[in-house]
């Protein structure tokens, strides 16, 4: 019975660059036992059963929520830390007036004396992960070291990670090398380090989601965008979503959107009721990996396999496919519970919470039951809409670059860009109010080029360079508009319902990419009138609509002078073109 076992490598002999960096972080960390990672369904069975065992887990109601969990972090470890992450680059150039900048050198230093014996008593794990289907020449790999059981069942869910995913580094010779421990969970010691010129990350003192799922904002995004500017490609922070027009052909929309600000939810979206005919596949609700195909067009492959999910407002009337792919096999992260032990959060319509996310009774006065960041972690192929494409090797062919931002004002429901090269300063334009899913003060607008503010590897004048000249190889690029679902009346009601609503907003792209939907010019860009837009069935004032629509040439005027103080920082490294891409958007509002 066990000889199929039998006969497959042990794990440790497949790559000897994996096996002597192990043997190295080893000697550093002294841990008491070494797993590494086979990527089966029963080895996640049994290190769940371990943290059931150990508390760190809770089983949740089975009836209800079969094969689910919660967990609890600490709770000053509930979000990325921006102000602790760094890229560490030779010269600081290279990093940026975007980033917080270390010598690698020192950093490497004081990251040593973190990780010098962290793991005594504990095991270490390794984890080989592939980002984007295994089989696709447009995947990457990497290697996690961690000492938390927590983080290895998250990667499992979130990359394809295990003995095929050592085959292949084994194969390809490189892969990225993330080191991580939860250490003491002490914020005061706490990095997240970015060694994009070793491919290389090191992170110490949180166990929490894109501090310390390596594979995801740290390897994805930040040493991706480096590794895809030196290849002629793009890493985003983009959900990728098809949608399938009532005469059945499906197009591709690449979305960048700031964290928790509604990519899950596009990504997931459910046509309204009045707009009979149409249908949504999620390719991707975090990252995608584009690049210039033979044939002169965008292609994306998503590089994870699962979602890691803002939890807050998910409900059966926002998201009905959200709600219901969450109510199984899925790892919740700092939720409330209910008397019967199923998980709550704000926005749900039914039950209510006995023991907020931190596992005391719940009391309003101290704020909400479960934590405004709660994340769900779940496999992509619980999504009911799923797209069947999700997987292909070459990606999907993309139609339209979408970037958007929460904006109670100025910015209207949805622009598009004149052509190319106006996009990438849209997409430089992008500012948005910050959300919970990082530390600071919530609801300050900032700026947010591309929503890759916190996540871009390196200079963001050679990163819009570098979309400069991508956009410039491409025989059919994709258009390239600007969306608002955010935008607020007098007393702070949202304008716009948002959600499956927004199909309306998306298909008058779909309609302009295919020639066929007006629009009228304003000095940003090209907006619908209200007639352009499909308004059958829209629950939405005559009004409001043309609020949403409106550019205030007042506001913009104000808006543009803040971008070019804001581009100035970037020096004799922002792209002439984007400046004059500038100069015409101020002589149209002047
Ligand atoms: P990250 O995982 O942090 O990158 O977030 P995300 O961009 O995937 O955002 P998500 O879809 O999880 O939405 C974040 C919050 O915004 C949730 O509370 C949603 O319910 C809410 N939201 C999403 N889409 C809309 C929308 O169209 N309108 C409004 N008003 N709220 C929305
Ligand atoms: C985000 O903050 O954009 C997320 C969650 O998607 S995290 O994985 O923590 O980065
Ligand atoms: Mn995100």
Redo the contacts with the bound molecule.
């Keep these: 019975m066990a000889t199929a076992a039998h006969a497959l490598t042990p794990l440790p002999q497949l790559s000897g660059a994996v096996a002597d960096w192990v043997n190295s972080v080893r000697e550093l960390t002294q841990p008491r036992a070494i797993h590494w990672c086979e990527g089966t369904d029963a080895e996640a069975r049994e290190l769940t059963a371990q943290l059931l065992r150990g508390g760190e887990l809770k089983a949740l109601n089975p009836e209800y929520f079969p094969g689910c969990h919660l967990y609890r972090s600490a709770p000053s470890d509930v979000a990325?830390v921006e102000h602790l992450t760094y890229i560490c680059t030779r010269s600081q150039d290279d990093a940026g007036p975007n980033n917080h900048w270390m010598d690698p050198q020192q950093a490497h230093a004081k990251m040593r004396e973190l990780f010098r014996g962290c793991m005594r008593g504990r095991t270490l794990y390794v984890i080989p992960y592939c980002m984007g289907p295994i089989d696709s020449p447009l995947a990457r790999c990497g290697v996690e070291i961690t000492d938390s059981a927590y983080v290895v069942l998250n990667m499992l869910i979130m990359t394809r990670a295990g003995r095929a995913a050592l085959e292949r580094i084994a194969h390809d010779g490189d892969f990225v090398r993330g080191l991580h421990s939860v250490g003491e969970l002490d914020p005061e010691r706490r990095f997240i380090m970015h060694f994009p010129e070793e491919l290389a990350i090191e992170s110490f003192g949180s166990g929490?989601?894109?501090n310390a799922?390596l594979g995801?904002?740290c390897h994805a995004l930040r040493i991706a965008s480096w590794q895809a500017r030196t290849e002629g490609w793009l890493a985003e922070?983009m959900l990728i979503v098809g949608l399938q027009n009532p005469r059945g052909e499906t197009h591709y929309l690449a979305c960048a959107f700031p964290?928790?600000c509604g990519k899950t939810n596009l990504a997931m979206l459910i046509p309204p009721d009045s707009l009979p005919g149409w249908r949504a596949f999620t390719v991707g609700d975090?990252i995608a990996w584009l690049h210039p195909g033979e044939d002169g067009r965008l292609w994306a492959i998503n590089p994870e396999a699962g979602y890691?999910g803002v939890v807050p407002g998910t409900n059966p009337e926002t998201n009905r496919n959200a709600y219901e792919m969450i109510r199984r096999d899925t790892l919740f992260t700092n939720v409330a519970l209910t008397a019967d032990n199923q998980p709550w959060w704000e926005g749900l319509t039914s039950g209510k919470p006995l023991l907020d996310w931190q596992g005391r009774p719940y009391d309003p006065a101290r704020g909400p039951a479960a934590h405004p960041n709660s994340r769900f972690t779940v496999s992509a192929r619980r999504n009911p809409g799923y797209s069947p494409h999700a997987e292909d090797a070459g990606g999907v062919p993309i139609s339209a670059l979408v970037f958007g931002g929460r904006r109670r004002e100025v910015a209207p429901l949805v622009y598009e860009a004149r052509d190319w090269k106006h996009g990438v300063l849209v997409g430089a334009s992008l500012a948005s109010e910050t959300t919970a899913?990082?530390v600071g003060q919530v609801g300050v607008t900032r700026r947010d080029p591309m929503a890759m503010q916190p996540f871009c590897g390196y200079n963001f004048g050679d990163y819009w360079q570098h979309w400069l000249n991508i956009g410039a190889q491409l025989a059919r690029p994709p258009r390239i508009y600007h969306v608002n679902w955010f935008r607020r009346d007098a007393h702070g009601k949202f304008l716009w319902p948002g959600y499956g609503e927004n199909l309306r907003v998306l298909a008058w792209m779909l309609d302009r990419c295919a020639g066929k939907a007006g629009a009228s010019e304003s000095a940003v860009g090209w907006l619908p009138r209200p007639a352009d837009l499909d308004t059958r069935g829209l629950n939405v004032g005559a009004d409001a609509l043309a609020a949403l629509l409106t550019v205030d040439a007042g506001l913009w005027r104000k808006e543009v002078a803040e971008l070019r103080e804001y581009l100035g920082r970037f020096g004799s490294r922002l792209p002439a073109a984007l400046l004059a891409e500038l100069a015409s958007t101020e002589q149209r509002l002047a």
């Design positions: 990325r929490y989601g894109g799922l995801k904002k922070h964290s928790a975090d890691f899913a990082a």
